[in-house]
């Protein structure tokens, strides 16, 4: 019983190029409660390895939480698979608006202690007991009332190439961050307030909607599908588009344009820019945002110190990383400061108290 891909991510590539057949990008989650985890990760890794199945998938006791790509030819037999699950019967699935036949090169179903990671040891807090879900049309209606709070739920370096007009975006590195911060600044509005939150495809807004209303909140509501689903229902009814930039997703596309403005810059220049790259060297990899003029200049790196190491032949590199670790770069998301914009505009932020 194989339980793991015999494939490397070159390997699939080039299989899958070969093939020349539409892939859809598809996320979904549902907080549920699994009993033995091993178990129902294993059945879903090889129902969905027959399927050709690509992507990332976390199973927790507290439910599931999907990023992925099928074959277009599969999607009938995926959705079948979902339906003979009782809790998974009639998910819903945000499919992507941009699709890429790359988004994925493996499939990888991991058991974690939780879906969405919280920081949280509440007993208490039950997760199933969300806030009211809105579509698209509330949702419009509900934030141009002067009596309603819209947050951010995602990172920084998210609602930093895109986000709700007029929205709370909470500087912040992990979701768990916002969580107590939000609380805090808000919590002489618990009553009078409607608290509406949105984030990409609707499951930290789901998590936290619980949290808050487990925290004494009383008009809760939620973005249902988050932005992606929003997307696809102002298209479908007609609706006017309240989203400015780029809708960052977690996979090889790294963002969907929504709209044409650009609201980010330039990390290393401060140009109007909102493609974020993993600098090249791989020791580093840091996300940041980076223009073409810029990405030519540096050679697809963040400073010039990386892009001398990664000028040297490729076992010099790996001779320099032996031993040392991965950077701490990798986990800043655009936080170094050897990004002169990045940092600037943090202090201008922060002067102006743009921060929750």
């Known amino acids: ?23 859809l990008t598809i996320s979904f989650y549902k907080y549920a409660k699994i009993n033995n985890t091993e178990i129902f990760r294993n059945h879903m890794f090889l129902a969905w390895d027959e399927l050709e199945v690509l992507g990332r998938i976390y199973v927790a006791t507290e439910g599931i939480n999907a990023q ?60 199933t007991n969300k806030g009211v879900h809105v579509n698209a049309k ?11 709070v819209l947050v951010d739920m995602r990172n920084h370096y998210e609602s930093e190439i895109g986000h709700f007009k007029n929205a709370v975006t909470p500087d912040v590195d992990t ?13 002489a509005h618990k009553e009078d307030k409607k608290l509406v939150m ?18 004494g909140f009383k008009n809760v509501f939620q973005l249902e599908g988050g ?24 996979d090889e596309r790294r963002s969907e344009r929504i709209s044409d403005d650009v609201i980010a810059n330039c990390h290393q220049c401060g140009k109007p820019a909102d493609m974020h790259t993993n600098c090249a060297n791989e020791a ?54 050897h990004l002169p914009y990045k940092k600037d505009l943090r202090n201008i932020f922060d002067t102006l108290g743009k921060t929750i």
């Not at 019983?1 to 015999?6: A, C, E, F, I, R």
């Open 68 to 127: 992925l790509s099928v074959p277009a030819e599969n999607f009938d037999a995926f959705k079948k698979h979902l339906d003979t699950i009782s809790f998974l019967e009639n998910v819903r699935l945000n499919i992507a608006i941009e699709h890429d036949n790359f988004a994925f090169l493996k499939l990888k179903v991991k058991v974690r202690k939780k879906i969405v990671a919280d920081g949280l040891n509440d007993a208490s807090f039950d997760v």
């Open 284 to 337: 580093c990899h840091l996300l940041f945002i980076q223009c073409d003029e810029c990405k030519e200049k540096m050679e697809n790196c963040c400073s010039s110190n990386c892009m001398e190491i990664n000028r040297l032949p490729y076992e010099e590199q790996k001779a320099l990383r032996k031993g040392q670790g991965n950077s701490n770069d990798i986990f800043k998301k655009g936080r170094a400061d």
């Open 1 to 23: 019983m194989q339980l793991y891909n015999n494939l490397s991510a070159k390997e699939r590539a080039e299989l899958i190029a070969q093939a020349g057949k539409e892939r």
């Open 138 to 148: 509330k949702f419009n209606e509900l934030i141009e009332d002067p009596n309603t």
């Open 175 to 187: 979701f768990r961050e916002s969580l107590d911060l939000i609380e805090e600044d808000l919590r």
């Open 227 to 250: 932005i992606i689903n929003y997307v696809r229902q102002i298209e479908a009814e007609g609706l006017e588009n309240k989203f400015l930039g780029k809708n960052f997703v977690f």
């Open 198 to 215: 949105y984030c990409t495809g609707g499951i930290r807004c789901e998590k936290a909607s619980a949290y808050y209303k487990h925290k």
